[in-house]
């Protein structure tokens, strides 16, 4: 993280030139009006670029959002949605048919595990496998298959793929290789580097950060190359193809599902990643702070958090990374005392969500990954007495203070 970066955060949406007002405005119209019909018709045939006819595809709004977005990717455009998994769902579904197979990595949030189980309801096949071992994900290939798909640190084991390696395989096999951003965010990966075509980003953590506001984006590295694309739609083959993919999923995704983002939740997003940088240093601080002084506690069996020496990815997160963002997991000794100790916590706040401002905590096989069942979660090396943490910005030595008192 540079302070150029945090310059370029606090003016990147530019303000409202209109008014002089610093910020973006909320633009509520639903509905968007042209004085001849032929700039109407030039809108809809995608012939009149920058121009809004209605708000369920995007607003100026979400538009300003999904320029600042790209510019922290380095990419070629956004498409913003109501939610991260939202996103993630028009991804899928207007990229990926009946008869296609995705590769993923075994270790995924529990929700967008849920979905890879609704895309083989629909005929997707979905083989999930080590990412962290490049031979692993290349023996799962198949003719069919269309993308591979993974997280930059796994939500909440903490384990990160191979990411430079699954690139070099996608881009020699021809798959589009998606990225799940999130934890990381552009802040501290650019996955555009390791030859991710698309990248998700669940705005709702890492960059709006202050847990008011839902929101999801997909962004266009311009790393893949869409002509070769067998599921692109006749009517979206016309112009550049670089435009085809991002094109495709802001019409089926939005126009055709209707996941948008609301102009206020785009605002309020607009004004919290303003302090990404800063939020985004303090929470990795206080958590490698933390996270060191519970690996050495005698109550704790196991940490599992990037920066830590201990970490089986730790050179990887060093150099491809720099820090290891908020999120950690650590087992109990005694799991049975998991209720015990939760409840005497005093400051992490006992609730679902990640990268909130306030440190977040919640015990994960009875709740976020309860769905799936025991032996699915044994096959992700999830524990059954593991906690996951999003450390927020309260002080190192309050935390820690907090935490030997309730494992006392």
Same mark, same amino acid.
């Given at each position: 993280?540079?302070?150029?970066?945090?310059?370029?955060?606090?003016?990147?949406?530019?303000?409202?030139?209109?008014?002089?007002?610093?910020?973006?405005?909320?633009?509520?119209?639903?509905?968007?009006?042209?004085?001849?019909?032929?700039?109407?018709?030039?809108?809809?045939?995608?012939?009149?670029?920058?121009?809004?006819?209605?708000?369920?595809?995007?607003?100026?709004?979400?538009?300003?959002?999904?320029?600042?977005?790209?510019?922290?990717?380095?990419?070629?455009?956004?498409?913003?949605?109501?939610?991260?998994?939202?996103?993630?769902?028009?991804?899928?579904?207007?990229?990926?048919?009946?008869?296609?197979?995705?590769?993923?990595?075994?270790?995924?949030?529990?929700?967008?595990?849920?979905?890879?189980?609704?895309?083989?309801?629909?005929?997707?096949?979905?083989?999930?496998?080590?990412?962290?071992?490049?031979?692993?994900?290349?023996?799962?290939?198949?003719?069919?298959?269309?993308?591979?798909?993974?997280?930059?640190?796994?939500?909440?084991?903490?384990?990160?793929?191979?990411?430079?390696?699954?690139?070099?395989?996608?881009?020699?096999?021809?798959?589009?290789?998606?990225?799940?951003?999130?934890?990381?965010?552009?802040?501290?990966?650019?996955?555009?580097?390791?030859?991710?075509?698309?990248?998700?980003?669940?705005?709702?953590?890492?960059?709006?950060?202050?847990?008011?506001?839902?929101?999801?984006?997909?962004?266009?590295?311009?790393?893949?190359?869409?002509?070769?694309?067998?599921?692109?739609?006749?009517?979206?083959?016309?112009?550049?193809?670089?435009?085809?993919?991002?094109?495709?999923?802001?019409?089926?995704?939005?126009?055709?599902?209707?996941?948008?983002?609301?102009?206020?939740?785009?605002? #309020?997003?607009?004004? $919290?990643?303003?302090?990404?940088?800063? @939020? &985004?240093?303090?929470?990795? =601080?206080? +958590?490698?702070? !933390?996270?060191?002084?519970?690996?050495?506690?005698?109550?704790?069996?196991?940490?599992?958090?990037?920066?830590?020496?201990?970490?089986?990815?730790?050179?990887?997160?060093?150099?491809?990374?720099?820090?290891?963002?908020?999120?950690?997991?650590?087992?109990?000794?005694?799991?049975?005392?998991?209720?015990?100790?939760?409840?005497?916590?005093?400051?992490?706040?006992?609730?679902?969500?990640?990268?909130?401002?306030?440190?977040?905590?919640?015990?994960?096989?009875?709740?976020?990954?309860?769905?799936?069942?025991?032996?699915? #979660?044994?096959?992700? $090396?999830?524990?059954?007495?593991?906690? @996951? &943490?999003?450390?927020?910005? =309260?002080? +190192?030595?309050? !935390?820690?203070?907090?935490?030997?008192?309730?494992?006392?």
């Amino acid at each position: 993280m540079s302070d150029a970066l945090s310059t370029r955060l606090v003016h990147a949406a530019g303000g409202d030139r209109q008014s002089g007002g610093v910020h973006v405005p909320v633009h509520p119209s639903v509905q968007y009006a042209y004085e001849n019909v032929e700039d109407l018709i030039g809108v809809f045939q995608g012939k009149v670029k920058g121009s809004f006819n209605y708000a369920r595809q995007g607003t100026p709004t979400t538009a300003a959002l999904e320029a600042v977005i790209t510019e922290l990717e380095g990419g070629t455009g956004t498409v913003s949605f109501a939610t991260g998994m939202a996103a993630l769902s028009a991804l899928f579904l207007t990229l990926l048919k009946a008869g296609d197979h995705l590769v993923t990595s075994a270790r995924v949030f529990g929700n967008t595990n849920s979905l890879f189980q609704t895309l083989e309801g629909l005929g997707i096949a979905v083989s999930r496998v080590d990412a962290g071992d490049v031979a692993a994900v290349q023996a799962a290939l198949r003719p069919e298959t269309r993308m591979v798909f993974v997280e930059t640190i796994a939500n909440p084991s903490t384990r990160i793929p191979e990411l430079e390696g699954l690139g070099t395989l996608c881009r020699e096999h021809g798959l589009l290789y998606v990225v799940d951003n999130t934890v990381t965010s552009p802040a501290l990966c650019q996955p555009r580097r390791f030859g991710a075509g698309l990248v998700m980003n669940s705005l709702t953590k890492t960059l709006a950060g202050h847990g008011e506001a839902l929101g999801g984006a997909i962004t266009d590295t311009g790393c893949f190359d869409w002509s070769s694309y067998p599921n692109i739609f006749s009517a979206y083959r016309q112009g550049d193809p670089r435009g085809w993919g991002l094109q495709q999923i802001r019409k089926k995704g939005l126009r055709d599902m209707g996941g948008t983002l609301s102009s206020e939740a785009a605002h #309020r997003i607009l004004v $919290g990643a303003e302090t990404l940088t800063l @939020r &985004l240093q303090r929470s990795s =601080e206080t +958590a490698l702070t !933390l996270a060191r002084h519970l690996a050495a506690h005698p109550a704790i069996a196991k940490v599992h958090y990037p920066l830590l020496e201990s970490h089986p990815e730790h050179a990887e997160a060093k150099a491809w990374f720099g820090s290891g963002s908020w999120m950690m997991s650590f087992e109990l000794r005694a799991p049975e005392r998991i209720v015990e100790v939760l409840n005497r916590l005093r400051l992490p706040l006992k609730a679902t969500g990640l990268a909130d401002t306030r440190t977040l905590i919640i015990p994960v096989a009875p709740t976020i990954f309860w769905e799936m069942g025991r032996e699915a #979660r044994a096959a992700m $090396g999830i524990a059954e007495g593991l906690v @996951r &943490l999003s450390v927020g910005l =309260e002080a +190192a030595e309050d !935390l820690i203070a907090d935490f030997d008192q309730a494992l006392a």
